[in-house]
């Protein structure tokens, strides 16, 4: 069953069109990647789904019913413009948004302990805002986003201002919720983090999704052939018709090569061609990237 469903979404803004005809459908219980590039149209989806603006056209569904006032407190909201109260000490902040998201202010002092103690940052409480990093100020924007346990997250560029430490712990994070049946949207440019924890996405571009499914699907759409190898010998090479060398390196009696198959041939061809003069010690089909797939869509000429 889809958790949340945007169906033939449209937003104007006078002459400016933002969303054209968008749909999309994310199960619950899962990452759901929202792509595109700045200005595609992403913020404004998000806006409609979070209730900030409504569409000139189309309707959102959660659990099946249209969405309602009612929905907002049970959505966690990153937003990418961080909006923390500067002066405000950060165990009265986290209080005070959870207390706005309808839990009681004992529920609300107990849950920032707990979240407080799990990041290890219990000496933060008595801290005002302005004193912490722009990393620190973001960890207690996600405990803000994760005390009031909704069901639906959605997160707007959640690693911005993370080292690679704290962005591994977010991550975790997200993982842990899906673990417990949580539905996160993921608004992200990096790529890389959407191989890792996405399970769908879809691609938006010039106001329409221009690109939807699972994310394995999707690179396996998109592979090129290309096979990375490796043998022993000095060097590589077999005059063949079913593929083409890319590109090899040899060290220590190891050749490591990189080549295209023909789309008439088949992978068995290719290995037994091989075979028969090499000893092979590995084989490996190396399908593009996510960022590479985002940049040959978005790259595009419009129709």
């Known amino acids: 069953m889809f958790y949340l469903e945007a169906h033939d979404i449209v937003k ?29 149209g992403k913020s404004s989806l998000i806006r409609i789904i979070n209730r900030i603006t409504a569409p000139d056209n189309g309707h959102v569904l959660i659990n099946g019913k249209p969405s309602t006032g009612e929905d907002i407190f049970n959505i ?8 923390l109260y500067k002066k405000m000490k950060v165990g009265e902040h986290i209080i005070f948004l959870a207390r706005l998201k309808g839990l009681s202010k004992d529920d609300a002092k107990e849950r920032m302990l707990y979240w ?21 100020q973001q960890k207690i924007q996600f405990i803000a986003t994760v005390i ?8 707007d560029e959640p ?29 992200t440019h990096n790529m890389e983090s959407v191989e890792e924890l996405c399970d769908e996405i879809t ?35 077999v005059e063949s018709s079913h593929f083409a060398v890319l590109s090899q390196a040899t060290e220590k009696g190891i050749v490591e090569v990189r080549i295209q198959r023909n789309d008439e041939a088949s992978n068995s061809d290719l290995i037994q061609e091989v075979a028969s003069k090499y000893e092979i ?10 960022n590479d797939i985002f940049i040959q869509i978005v790259s595009k000429p419009a129709e």
Not at 26 to 39: E, H, S
Not at 76 to 83: A, I, K, N, T, W
Not at 207 to 223: E, P, W
């Open 12 to 40: 104007q803004y006078g002459d400016y069109t933002a969303l054209n005809g968008v749909t999309l459908e994310v199960p619950r219980g899962c990452v759901y990647g929202l792509l595109g590039p700045n200005g595609a």
């Open 76 to 83: 966690g909201y990153l937003p990418e413009e961080r909006g």
């Open 116 to 136: 407080l103690q799990k990041f290890d940052i219990a000496s933060w409480e008595n801290k005002k805002v302005e004193e912490l990093s722009k990393g620190m």
């Open 148 to 155: 009031h346990e909704p069901d639906l997250f959605i997160l």
């Open 159 to 187: 690693f911005s201002g993370f080292d690679p430490v704290n962005a591994e712990l977010l991550k975790n994070e997200i993982l842990e919720l899906k673990a417990k049946g949580k539905t996160i949207i993921l608004s």
């Open 203 to 237: 691609l938006i571009n010039k106001s329409k999704v221009v690109l939807q499914g699972n994310v394995k699907d999707i690179r396996a759409r998109y592979r090129k052939h290309i096979f990375k190898l490796q043998v022993v010998g000095d060097n590589f090479n």
């Open 281 to 290: 010690l590995s084989f490996e089909e190396e399908l593009p990237t996510m």
